[in-house]
C-alpha cells in the first residue's frame, strides 16, 4: 500500500496531498523553465490566494452534460435503489470540466458585506492566533 502525505491547510482544514505527481497541471509545468523548482514537482503551497484579485467567495458553475427534469431524476434515483446499475444518477457527467468560476467576491468586496461580517471576524481571529505560532 502506498502512504501519502496530506497537508491541512491551519485556516479551514481541507487536505491536500503534499506534492502532486501525476495531475496534468504538474506536467504542463515541468515543461516550464520559468516555473519555480517546487511547483514544477507539485508540491502545496500556501502563498497562491492574491489578496487583491483572488475571489475570496466564488461563484461556479455546476458541471453536469445535460440538465434533467425533477421527475426523471426522481425516476433514476427509484432505478438505482432497486438495484439497477445501468440507470444514471444524477445530471450526467462532463470529464475535465469540474465546477469552473464564474464569477466571485474579492476580499474587500466581502469586507463590506454584513452577510458575511461571521467568516471575516473568524478568519481575523485565526490568523490573530496562528501568526505568533509561526515565529
Known sequence: MTEVIFVACPLCCMSRPLVKTGSAAVKRHKLDPATPEQERKGRIRFDAFDL???YLIQYREGGGSYPISE?????RLIARQRGDKKAKAGRGKSPGKGFPVVGGLRLSEVLAMPEYSDLIIQLREFCQKIVPNLT
Not at 71 to 75: D, R
Open 71 to 75: 421527475e426523471e431524476a426522481t425516476a
Open 52 to 54: 487583491e484579485n483572488s
